[in-house]
């Protein structure tokens, strides 16, 4: 039996390694961030509110090539932050796979927000209250009370975030162009296949990887919710 | 114990209470919807309300000397009518929470003030259990011992009763007042029931429309 259907060839596995990269990378750092968007906009009273809201829903509702080229105006080389970044720090992310994970971090932030919103929201302010009683301050609160009963809606955020990230494709490629090896992801591959002819068979191949991948995805995802309702 | 409160609520409704009392245990009674409850929440904090509210000397709230301390610095124990256990913790861990966040000591009940409340409480054989298996009468004893872990300044107890069935009624009213005998606190008993509030207390206010009346029972 030939085995060599199911070898990776360099392409395919510099994609799929690179979009794990990207979409832990970008879940990762918009991790933090989306917990404190999300728990502001679900129990903060303040001045903005509304603005905010927007401004985090803004990049689900935007095409993502808008999205990509408001990074590019904004991180690019001669970008107000890219220019700052790369004369402070000596770090560009402009056609770099952290670009990369920068899109894709921005596109899947939304998605985050909202998915842990509903959890912060679905916590009775009541137990909050009580824990307040008890002599906890509003951080103690949060750290012992709101955090961990919000906690399976933030593992369903995590598993959203990272499959959103894993096939984001217009802000990518709008931001970071598709650079085989540095910003080719999956998708990005996938697109440049179909660009060739007689390209199917290859096309065929990442769409089956991808979803080998999205599977693999919602499994861990219905594991975490299930860990975390029993915690 | 000395309680002096002068205290008003603007919003959503309009309520008045006067009270100054050297009584340990105050019962109040009213209809339902009267603003009981609501004003244990202006006392506790948990409510914003205009006024005064001195409890043993100690100033919690004075809006003319711009003071008014926040839930979590009253020291004051609130057994809510809904008990509100943690649902994510179990029944010693939510003993020990005001411990446990305050000293960062473990969640273990091992000082002997947790072990003789748990005791007084007859809750040593539930504290492994999950707050989803108990009783209403269970959940009103856990929660009024963890309102007194933190040893208050005062216990706040709205309707201990409500939401135990009949049959454990007795029982949930033999445990406080076992606690009482135990650490006799100063404390605030909140019911419809008359019968029940001149059996814990000896002072008694009804709360009508136009502020707090003293009420004596007949014997």
Redo the contacts between chains.
């Keep these: 039996m030939n085995y060599d259907f199911f070898r990776l060839s360099i392409v395919e596995s510099e994609a799929l390694i690179l979009s794990l990269k990207v979409a832990a990378l970008a879940t990762f750092c918009s991790l933090l961030p989306a917990i404190f968007c999300a728990y502001l906009l679900a129990r903060g009273r303040f001045w903005g509110h509304a603005l905010l809201n927007v401004a985090v829903v803004l990049p689900l509702v935007l095409p993502p090539v808008v999205t990509g080229y408001a990074l590019l105006l904004l991180f690019g080389k001669h970008g107000s932050i890219g220019h700052a970044l790369e004369a402070c720090c000596g770090v560009s992310v402009s056609f770099r796979w952290t670009g990369a994970a920068l899109a894709a971090g921005v596109m899947s932030f939304p998605l985050m927000v909202r998915s842990i919103r509903l959890s912060f929201e679905a916590v009775d302010p009541r137990l909050e209250q009580a824990a307040e009683m008890l002599g906890a301050d509003r951080i103690r609160t949060f750290c012992y009370i709101t955090l961990p009963l919000a906690l399976p809606g933030i593992f369903a955020a995590i598993v959203l975030g990272m499959a959103k990230a894993l096939g984001e494709f217009g802000a990518t490629i709008a931001f970071v162009a598709n650079i085989p090896g540095e910003t080719q992801t999956l998708s990005l591959a996938l697109y440049s296949e179909l660009q060739v002819p007689n390209g199917e068979f290859a096309v065929f191949r990442l769409m089956m990887l991808s979803i080998i991948l999205a599977t693999g995805a919602i499994a861990l995802a219905e594991f975490l919710a299930r860990k975390g309702k029993t915690l | 114990m000395s309680i002096e409160l002068d205290l008003t609520l603007m919003a959503p409704f309009h309520l008045h209470a006067r009270l100054q009392s050297k009584h340990t245990a105050i019962g109040l009674v009213g209809k339902s919807g009267s603003g009981k409850t609501t004003l244990l929440n202006m006392i506790?904090g948990?409510v914003p309300a205009r006024g005064r509210l001195v409890i043993n000397g100690v100033v919690l709230q004075d809006d003319s000397q711009h003071i008014n301390l926040?839930?979590?610095?009253r020291?004051?124990?609130?057994a809510?009518q809904?008990a509100?256990l943690?649902?994510?913790l179990n029944v010693e861990h939510n003993l020990m929470?005001?411990q446990w966040?305050?000293f960062g000591t473990g969640r273990k009940a091992t000082s002997n003030q947790a072990k003789s409340i748990i005791a007084a409480l007859g809750l040593g054989r539930l504290l492994s259990r999950n707050i989803g298996h108990l009783s209403g009468g269970e959940k009103q004893r856990v929660a009024l011992g963890?309102?007194m872990m933190?040893k208050p300044m005062i216990l706040l107890l709205d309707e201990p009763l409500a939401n135990v069935d009949a049959t454990q009624k007795a029982e949930t009213l033999f445990y406080i007042e076992k606690l009482q005998d135990l650490e006799p606190l100063p404390m605030i008993y909140v019911s419809h029931d008359n019968k029940e509030v001149s059996r814990m207390t000896r002072a008694s206010f009804m709360l009508e429309p136009d502020g707090l009346l003293p009420i004596k029972f007949s014997e």
């Design positions: 506790a948990l926040p839930p979590y610095r020291h004051i124990g609130y809510f809904d509100r943690f649902p994510h929470f005001s966040i305050k963890r309102a933190g």
